[in-house]
């Protein structure tokens, strides 16, 4: 083994340990990071998304039948007064 391959050997383990090992850590860092916060936003947008039927859930079936009672009445008198 010569000066050359010691040399070469040297640079190669300073490459790894100075550049490619941080950028590699860095990188793995952030793509987490990345992850987690995509998880965390898209479960505010599903929170957000399920409101309005979360909402009509929680009603008292009562209120829930006069609803599509008056749908269903606005429905018909929008057929009779198109005809």
Known sequence: MGIKDTVKEWVQEQWD???KQPIARKTEELENQASQKWNEYSGKAQEQANKPFDYYKKQEP???GLFWIAVALLLILWIISGS
């Open 17 to 19: 340990s100075k550049v």
């Open 62 to 64: 009562f209120y829930r």
